[in-house]
């Protein structure tokens, strides 16, 4: 998608939408907020040169069918029956939570990295705020997500898939701790850090499926950069992906929740086997340049290793020193 005044706008509209729900202290305009944004990104689609309007017609269909059952589950609060689990149904499909997670997928091949990053971080704000309110226990969701999350991602060959499926992992983090507002702010925030990173590189290097890894005439370092992007989205130690990673696994310690806790762990060896797979496949196996050559193009290269080997001993140090 070409960054011009109308997809600024269209961003702007955007943004306005997530400020009001989160600033809102009523449903109704929490639901204002919701659609405004909605609308916003639909536009933002349909300027895709390849699949734009597929893509979008699937996003409008799913969201306009979550919204409606969003209004009937405000309007089920009016007569105290079940609301409470309507609504958030609604708002779990609306951000594609497993097992509802399928539209997710089938959209995402159409989108642009920019797009995907904006439907994978922005667009889950205002839902999970909102989810947030409820009372509800999430352990089934969450084990759900684990489990397709880790098991999907393995046999994917679309990066756009690999990383779709990565999110929904992410989702069943954050759900965990919903009933703390700045623990699952503070993810989203430093997932969405990385996950930008990562879509920059890619658009880079114009990369959409594993296989074109295999021979390419990439910089090292630059590699290096993909390689420990993908690594911190993973949550590799010390990355910073593995911050987000350790609080989850501290609070969920807290709170006696050691079935949860052990599935975590186990589901994220199987993220991190098909990140070091990637790794594995451009950096070591297949490659057209000597591996001493260690010539740097990109100037912001340094900023996001920077960003990933050292904001979590950094985060250490201020939390041991205060």
Sequence with gaps: MKINLTSSLFMAIMMVGVMITLSSNSMLMMWVGLELSMISFIPMMTMEENSGSESSMKYFIIQSISSCMLILG???ILMNFMS????????????????FHGWVLSMVDG???????????????????????????????????LMIGSFSGLNQNSIRKLISYSSIYNLGFMFSTLHLNSVWSMYL??????????VMLLMNFNLNYLNQFLLNNFNFKE?????????????????????????????????NNYLLLMMMILTSLLVMFYYIRISLISMMTFTLMMKWNFFLKKNY???????????FPLFVLVKTVS
């Design 111 to 145: 989108l642009s990295y920019f797009l995907l990053f904006i439907l994978l971080s922005i667009m889950k704000i205002s839902p999970i705020f909102i989810i947030s309110f409820y009372n509800f226990n999430f352990s089934l969701f969450i084990i759900i997500s």
């Design 84 to 99: 409470e689990y309507i609504m958030i149904l609604s708002l779990c499909i609306k951000i594609g939570l497993a097992p």
């Design 223 to 255: 590699k290096m950069v993909l390689w420990t992007c993908l690594l911190s989205l993973g949550g590799m130690p010390p990355m910073l992906g593995f911050l987000n990673k350790i609080i989850i696994f501290e609070n969920l310690m807290l709170n």
């Design 189 to 198: 925030f430093i997932y969405s850090i990385i996950l930008m990173m990562i």
């Design 74 to 76: 405000m309007l089920c």
């Design 301 to 311: 290269s340094y900023l996001m290793l920077l960003i990933n080997l050292m904001m």
